[in-house]
């Protein structure tokens, strides 16, 4: 099993970037598609992307399709999401998972969650 454990949130402008990071501890990380979801207050948990066991298949929600990329390092047990030119709406707390399923973009499918990291982005 794996245990994701996000970092990289913080408070940021209209039209800036961050990078979030997860680690996972185990030796089977290069198992699992991981995938990031987010979380606004008073809403549903949503995915926003994921990506394949070898890093070569990915996918995006179109909300934020052609601003964030998901990325991974399987060497380092890493996965990132790169995010630019975030928007007010884009604020929320990122979720890391990972499936032992392909990279889907059903959370009910994922097996493993982090606690978590806010991302805040001010107009």
């Known amino acids: 099993q794996v245990q994701p454990v996000e970092s990289g949130g913080g408070l940021v402008q209209a039209g800036g970037s961050l990078r979030l990071s997860c680690a996972a501890s185990g030796r089977t990380f290069s198992r699992y598609a991981m995938g990031w979801f987010r979380q606004a207050p008073g809403k549903e948990r949503e995915f926003v992307a994921a990506?394949?066991?070898?890093?070569?298949?990915?996918k995006y929600a179109d909300s934020v399709k052609g601003r964030f990329t998901i990325s991974r390092d399987n060497a380092k047990n890493t996965v990132y999401l790169q995010m630019n030119s975030l928007k007010p709406e884009d604020t929320a707390a990122y979720y890391c998972?990972?499936?032992?399923?392909?990279?889907?973009?059903?959370?009910?499918?994922?097996?493993?969650w982090g606690q978590g990291t806010q991302v805040t982005v001010s107009s």
């Open positions: 990506i394949s066991r070898s890093g070569e298949g990915t």
């Open positions: 998972a990972a499936t032992i399923s392909s990279d889907t973009s059903h959370n009910s499918d994922y097996n493993y």
